[in-house]
């Protein structure tokens, strides 16, 4: 090697010799002494091995600081680049706390923008693990870099809906740089150390952390124990996901695990249509053995979601939990129900509703909080959907919930009940304190109120069944086909495999204005 490419090589190795010091001894301790891995440890455990081509490692802060110290800046505080995981090619990027705290400088925010745009012009998944203290600012004729920051948030949003984005926040992410996370399709924190907080003060201890943003703000869609826990969900999450909105979900190997037919779902539903069951008892009796991957499970848990698999073949499941609140939609469960659909939609996924609820709420407190418009927004998403559709109404479907959860004329795919299955404006038991008023005060003054409510109600029941409503394929179209419910698995996987090669389009428009 002769004198001038040794001096190149030597130059290289430097800088790489940096790059893997990120910080410094000191900071990789602290890091470590909090329970967490590096940025760099992060990756290889998320990639497959020897899997990782690193890009934008010689980028360094050009600015100066808002104290006028310069600092090293080893990749700008930023790994990432492309990778596998199980053989399928990704782009990833990590904060490296031990730079900075982890800040976002100018140049990382521009490495980040053009890792987005790449992962979107060539149909990759991205997965992001986040840990930084926000925005570094700096003295440079006011540049703060916002430039680069904007341009990273229009990405997010601009390749939304084309390739699947997971964000992993492994730490803290504070200012506008927490919008990052929130504008990801996933979000999996880990409990112990992260933290998510736009700006202002924090009036409470829990506010921001894993717990908050899942019970509370419903931004979190999985809690991790720790780095490699989280790490672990997102691979897991990505099994379920295509590459890009163009391709199609990766099938699973799947041998008959479970028999066509279910005996075990005869006894999940109680006689008494006032008492609950878990609806995770159905889930876990229809689905592939252990393939219910829940998202959001402590965020409005009257309303059920996740991905499974039947036969191998992937689905998103929305599950209304007569156990928690009677399944209602009000307005949280309503967002969370949005959100999934549209994902689903993006990427062609099916979905397969799940139906047991009493209905949109009554009453001044719902109302107060917008349960119209949020009603209004279900029925707006799900009259876009284009991906295969299937509903399975399992006992009551009432009011509004019927339409927004897939009725007939919501124009699914399929529509299947179980014989135990009822539909009806609105409760039976409302519809005879409404309309049987008198009959029900005279029962009351002779004492035998009891036996002519339950005369009443088991009179509408019966007109409102699925048995009675199903001879009616014109003016009370309800059903595709009432079955067994022991046949509730063999269904699925039989619709799924018709709409394999399912197309479907909308009326042309440039645009759809969504309610608010």
Known sequence: MGEWMSGHMEKLAKMRSENREGGGSEPIARQRSLGKLTARERIHKLLDPESFDEIGSAVRDHRKPIDGRIWPSPAEGIVMGFGKINGRPVLTYSFDFTVMSGSLGDQAAWKLADLIQMAGQRGMPVIGMIDSAGERLSMKDGDSGMNGLSTLLRNCCDYSGVVPNITLLLGPCTGLLATVPVLSDFLIINEQTGFLWLGGPIETEEAGTAEFEMESAGQCDLIAEDDEDAIEKAKALLAYLPQSCWSPV?????????????????????????????????????????????????????????????????????????????????????????????????????LLTLVDTTAFPPGDRWERIGVIRHGAKLLHSYSHLTCPKITMVLRRSYGGA????????????FVYTWPTAEFAPTGPETVVHAVFHKELAKAREASNYEDVYNQLLGILREQFSVMNLGRHWTTYYTTHEIIDPRETRKKIISALQYLEKKSESLPGKKRFIKPA
């Open 250 to 350: 990766p099938d699973s190997a799947c041998e008959a695990d479970r028999p066509a037919t279910e005996e075990a779902l005869l006894d999940v539903m109680p006689d008494d249509v006032r008492q609950t069951y878990d609806i995770h008892e159905v889930i876990d009796l229809i689905v592939d053995t252990d393939s219910f991957f829940e998202l959001k499970a402590d965020f409005a848990s009257h309303l059920v979601i996740g991905f499974a698999r039947f036969a191998g073949r992937v689905a998103g499941i929305v599950a209304n939990n007569p156990d928690e609140l009677s399944g209602i939609l009000e307005p949280d469960s309503s967002d969370k129900y949005d959100r999934f659909m549209n994902f689903l939609n993006a990427f062609n996924i099916p």
């Open 402 to 413: 019927n339409i927004v959860l897939g009725c007939s004329k919501m124009f699914p795919d």
